[in-house]
């Protein structure tokens, strides 16, 4: 049953938005204004690749210059995560909501030695290809119903987990935290803008939080604080592109609503789970999505930031280790119907 919100922002849209899920009228400042829309074709996939890559250094002693060998005490580590992912409408409607099946065709988790847990033991999205969920999608790309995707996200929490010992719960190095970036936020650029139905003018700017991907379970609950702003409205080879920048600082908090995929006390494997007390020192960095006003769709997607953390060692010590994160995020289309 939908609210009267619902019905009134429904009505809004069906009054502004043409047969290829467009338009633009001029604003109180003159300028144009752009409705941007999610645009579903039923029965037509979009294929997706999502890349998500990150470099970690942590000083062990921050501050302390270099050895006699040239270089700085601490350690280095990398690890990444290609994900292709279809995504098909099963029940479109322009104007209410939509249910997108998406599925995983295959994922692929690249670790330095570092990194690993034990040997030979896959990443638990390793485990995603073939598997689906469905999301129920409004015209402005808030997701009304995660309830699938939610569930898959607490399945493959479970394949983190080494077989019960002794020792209790031990989590081993996964990747779930960028599975849920990539795919509990798709259109979080456009389902954040406050008024959807006014349209938004070049150099308007709006506010979102995002995740911070970390090998840290204890950054889940962090997040980072959006600034998006549409830069330009270009015009690409399948039609007009919004060009929509964005930049980021550290949340003071975030929704509870965001999804944990453990429950329980555990223990975690490796360097980071050896430290604790992880606390943001520093957040910042941009990115650009390029958003097709024609097809109402995500046609290429990056963010880039770097995030500094001051973290605890299990014996207290005058010396607090720093952690420094470089991060790449990515979303490109790999084929999809033609833009209409």
């Known amino acids: 049953m939908r609210t009267l919100p619902t019905i009134i922002t429904i009505v809004a849209l069906s009054s502004l938005v043409g047969c290829n899920g467009t338009s633009q009228k001029p604003g109180a400042s003159g300028k144009e204004k752009t409705l941007l829309t999610v645009d579903f074709q039923e029965g037509q996939a979009l294929q ?14 921050p501050g ?24 098909t409408p ?24 570092g990194t690993v847990g034990r040997g030979g033991t896959k990443d638990a999205v390793e485990y995603l290809p073939g598997k689906s969920f469905t999301l129920t999608v409004g015209p402005t790309g808030k997701i009304e119903d995660y309830s699938e995707l939610e569930k898959l996200i607490h399945e493959i929490g479970n394949y983190a987990f080494r077989e019960q010992s002794n ?43 995002l ?18 702003t549409l830069a ?14 964005s930049s980021y600082a550290p949340a003071e908090s975030v929704p509870e609503s965001w999804p ?4 329980g006390s555990f223990q975690m494997a490796g360097t980071f789970g050896f430290l604790r007390g992880y606390k ?30 001051e973290a605890l060692l299990p014996m207290p010590l005058s010396v607090n280790p720093r952690v420094t994160i470089k991060q790449n995020l990515t979303m490109e289309l790999l084929k999809g119907p033609s833009s209409n």
């Open 48 to 61: 997706y690749k999502f890349a998500s890559s990150r470099e970690i250094e942590v000083e062990w002693e």
């Open 64 to 87: 302390a210059g270099q050895s006699k060998s040239g270089k700085r005490p601490g350690d280095k580590f990398s690890e990444s995560m290609e994900m292709v992912m279809t995504y």
């Open 90 to 113: 099963v029940k479109a409607d322009p104007y209410g909501l939509t249910s997108v099946k998406g599925t995983c065709d295959s994922v692929k988790v690249t670790r330095s030695k």
């Open 167 to 209: 020792r209790g719960k031990i989590k081993d190095p996964d990747m779930t935290s960028d599975f849920i970036t990539t795919q509990w936020f798709l259109w979080d650029s456009i389902s954040t803008i406050e008024d959807p139905q006014k349209g938004v003018e070049v150099g308007q700017s709006w506010k979102s939080k």
């Open 211 to 228: 995740p911070i991907p970390a090998p840290m379970p204890v950054m889940l609950r962090r997040g980072r604080d959006v600034t998006y």
């Open 232 to 245: 330009e409205i270009q015009q690409g080879a399948k039609g007009q592109l919004a060009v929509i920048k």
């Open 260 to 263: 944990i995929p453990y429950s």
């Open 280 to 309: 943001i020192m520093n957040l910042q960095g941009e990115g650009e999505e390029l958003f097709n006003l024609d097809s109402g769709r995500v046609e290429r997607r990056s963010q880039h930031y770097q995030t500094q953390l």
